[in-house]
């Protein structure tokens, strides 16, 4: 097993290249200066590219590498939001509103007429459908209520 990179914990990739590290054409490089068989350098310059298409090769082969060890990490850190913030919703901001709080929010649903017959999608009845603590809540409280007779 190889030894492991001290700041990502991956796998060495880099591999000694082919080419060196100046080209020995670098002041003919960009110019417009043909070589033709008859100046003996066609050999050189094909193994030079040979080497460059082979040193492209490993790079590819260590960029795959590095792309799926990215993807299995992407895979797991997805996996590891998904229980944090499973595990976060069974403890909602709302759960921490004081009783008073919720009692004040209850009332404000009070301040329109509603029919306590009719349905309980509406007033008090809807909230008390949201949680336990909220059914236990609105009926802890004082209920304003003022009755209409028709």
């Not at 260590?62 to 069974?90: G, P, V």
């Amino acid at each position: 097993m190889s030894p492991e990179c001290p700041h990502c914990g991956l796998p060495p990739t880099k591999k000694p290249r082919r080419i060196p590290t100046h080209s020995p054409y670098e002041t003919h490089l960009g110019t417009n200066i043909a070589f033709t068989a008859r100046d003996g350098v066609r050999v050189d310059i094909v193994t030079l590219v040979a080497d460059a298409e082979a040193d492209i090769a490993d790079l590819n082969r260590s960029i795959e590498k590095l792309e799926t060890s990215l993807a299995a990490a992407k895979k797991e850190r997805d996996e590891t939001i998904a229980f944090r913030d499973a595990h976060l919703a069974l403890f909602p901001p709302i759960h921490q509103l004081p009783a008073e709080v919720l009692l004040e929010i209850f009332h404000l649903t009070f301040d329109k007429p509603y029919n306590v017959f009719a349905s309980s999608r509406s007033g008090p009845w809807l909230l008390g459908k949201v949680c336990h603590r909220w059914s236990h809540d609105k009926l802890l409280g004082p209920v304003r209520t003022t009755f209409t007779l028709t």
